[in-house]
């Protein structure tokens, strides 16, 4: 749901460790669930997409070299953060935390799984 301003907000936000979930409940009451190796795969930082963007489309005779970094990736949620009124931050067990997650970016990622 929208407020009047026109951002989406969440009302609520969990990481279930028991499902490797974040939830969030929205303000229309609505729950969604990602799973965190979802979230991982998504990380909306810069250096995430680079390396997605690489992997996606090589330059010809260009072999694509995982970097370590990546390598190591965790999947593991440890802890959420909230980003102003706007998203959240999810800090990694490896130690990354560089990817805002926007409420609406995340609000579209499940009406996307379940539109």
Not at 88 to 94: E, I, P, Q, T, Y
């Amino acid at each position: 749901m929208e407020n009047p301003r026109g951002r989406i907000r969440a009302t609520g936000v969990a990481l279930e460790r028991a499902t490797a979930e974040l939830v969030v409940t929205w303000q229309d009451g609505r729950e969604s669930r990602f799973g965190w190796a979802r979230l991982r795969r998504h990380c909306p930082c810069a250096g995430c997409q680079e390396v997605r963007r690489r992997a996606a489309a090589p330059p010809p005779g260009e072999l694509v070299i995982l970097d370590p970094h990546a390598a190591a990736a965790s999947a593991e949620a440890v802890r959420v953060e909230p980003v102003g009124r706007y998203g959240l931050r999810l800090v990694w067990a490896d130690g990354h935390d560089h990817g805002i997650y926007t409420f609406e970016a995340l609000r579209g990622l499940d009406d996307a799984i379940t539109g």
